[in-house]
T-cell receptor
Framework: AQSVTQLGSHVSVSEGALVLLRCNYSSSVPPYLFWYVQYPNQGLQLLLKYTSAATLVKGINGFEAEFKKSETSFHLTKPSAHMSDAAEYFCAVTRASSASKIIFGSGTRLSIRP | GAGVSQSPSNKVTEKGKDVELRCDPISGHTALYWYRQSLGQGLEFLIYFQGNSAPDKSGLPSDRFSAERTGGSVSTLTIQRTQQEDSAVYLC??????????FGQGTRLTVV
């Protein structure tokens, strides 16, 4: 079985500060990992994905995430927060070896203080 | 169409009634997913279709929930004898094999 745990249901940072959203996964097989973002009153869209090509993955809007197998982590970071980054962020996992369902975490709401 | 389309966008129903939610995936996408998003909760997996394979129904919360996908395209999620706890946003997504999943805008279901 696969699962993801997002630490912190709500994270608040100041504009210009580092953003760090934590995600740990559990998988008995090699995983593919994703971060999705949901802006207020909008649908979910993909930020970035890890598909075993490179452990450091760069996504849209300056976000990046690093796959660390030893720590079973896939934390999302951005060096400098912008007001427009305020949204709900979801980490997700699926099997790398074959088509399978995508399992999402419970989400982290990111707030940006002026 | 250009994206995943879900209908209706909003549905209010009385407790005990049946409802059908529709999803039109992106043309050519082989995988289709249904999720439920409740206030303050994450995305709860419901069911997954992949090509002609048997669907993964492991996330359906009770036998009141069922889904089908006709002709490998349009999918319908049916909830029988709706309960108040079924109130949520139901999201559909589609993808090409193991690629990025594209989400629809969802159907907001309210059971009164």
């Amino acid at each position: 079985a696969q699962s993801v745990t997002q630490l912190g249901s709500h994270v608040s940072v100041s504009e210009g500060a580092l953003v760090l959203l934590r995600c740990n996964y559990s998988s008995s097989v090699p995983p593919y990992l994703f971060w999705y973002v949901q802006y207020p009153n909008q649908g979910l869209q993909l930020l970035l994905k890890y598909t075993s090509a490179a452990t450091l993955v760069k996504g849209i809007n300056g976000f990046e995430a690093e796959f660390k197998k030893s720590e079973t982590s896939f934390h999302l970071t951005k060096p400098s927060a912008h007001m427009s980054d305020a949204a709900e962020y979801f980490c997700a996992v699926t099997r790398a070896s074959s088509a399978s369902k995508i399992i999402f975490g419970s989400g982290t709401r990111l707030s940006i203080r002026p | 169409g250009a994206g995943v389309s879900q209908s209706p966008s909003n549905k209010v129903t009385e407790k005990g009634k049946d409802v059908e939610l529709r999803c039109d995936p992106i043309s050519g996408h082989t995988a289709l997913y249904w999720y439920r998003q409740s206030l303050g909760q994450g995305l709860e997996f419901l069911i997954y279709f992949q090509g002609n394979s048997a669907p993964d129904k492991s996330g359906l919360p009770s036998d009141r929930f069922s889904a089908e996908r006709t002709g490998g395209s349009v999918s319908t999620l049916t909830i029988q004898r709706t309960q108040q706890e079924d109130s949520a946003v139901y999201l559909c997504a589609s993808s090409l094999n193991r690629g990025e999943a594209f989400f629809g805008q969802g159907t907001r279901l309210t059971v009164v």
